[in-house]
């Protein structure tokens, strides 16, 4: 089973500034596999990235991603005070299917 | 508007059954793979289980296997987790997803992801 670890566990930044998380996996993923989602309190979990950088509908180009193998990013460009939450990392196994989150980055404000 | 609805949770004891349901609107139920996941109190995002949008293909994580039981009626765009023989450690918020399914490009094939998601509904399991 594939394990994903997400660096730092929190992130104190200010709006405006720049956040990179950082997604590991303990074995070789195909990008292709590889997403992101936000949460923020009280509410369900929002696609942000699929394929390890393609953006789902409706998410702004602030947020990208990259990376490839075992290491794995998502850069905030700029943040909003909207972006303040916690990041998870997820991929798709194969054979058989099964699906991992990392435990997560929380983005806090500073 | 496209929605997932999840209903059916409630405070169980250690060893009973609850039904979860996931009530779909919006698009076209029978297109789509599905998923449960669920979140304890304070923790992370852990997978459940899936189903290929015919019910014809089944996943278990290894924490729910043998006693969570995945299922879905097309005909009434629902989605249900039958859960046995539960335990403290199964208390947590449980989440219906759409999985948006497999894509091709140049590169091979892909999953674009959980796209959708329901609100939620709280399982609870304590004596």
Redesign the interface.
């Known amino acids: 089973e594939i394990v994903l670890t997400q660096s730092p566990g929190t992130l104190s930044l200010s709006p405006g500034e720049r956040a990179t998380l950082s997604c590991r996996a303990s074995q070789s993923v195909s990008s292709s596999y590889l997403a992101w989602y936000q949460q923020k309190p009280g509410q369900a979990p929002r696609l942000l990235i699929y394929g390890a950088s393609s953006r789902a509908t409706g998410i702004p180009d602030r947020f990208s991603g990259s990376g490839s193998g075992t290491d794995f990013t998502l850069t905030i460009s700029r943040l909003e005070p909207e972006d303040f939450a916690v990041y998870y990392c997820q991929q798709y196994g194969s054979s058989p299917r099964a699906i991992t989150f990392g435990p997560g980055t929380k983005v806090d404000i500073k | 508007e496209v929605q997932l609805v999840e209903s059916g949770g409630g405070l169980v004891q250690p060893g009973g059954s609850l039904r979860l349901s996931c009530a779909a609107s919006g698009f076209t139920f029978s297109s789509y793979e599905m998923?449960w996941?669920r979140q304890a109190p304070g923790k992370?995002?852990?997978?459940v289980s899936?189903i290929s949008s015919s019910g014809s293909?089944i996943?278990y994580?290894d924490s729910v296997k043998g006693r969570f039981t995945i299922s879905r009626d097309n005909a009434k765009n629902s989605l249900y987790l039958q859960m046995n023989s539960l335990r403290a450690e199964d208390t947590a918020v449980y989440?219906c997803?759409r999985d948006?399914g497999v894509?091709y490009?140049s590169?091979?094939?892909?999953?674009?992801?959980?796209?959708v998601?329901?609100?939620?509904t709280t399982v609870t399991v304590s004596s």
């Open positions: 998923n996941v992370g995002l852990e997978w899936y293909t996943y994580a989440y997803a948006k894509y490009d590169s091979g094939p892909g999953n674009y992801g959980m796209d998601w329901g609100q939620g």
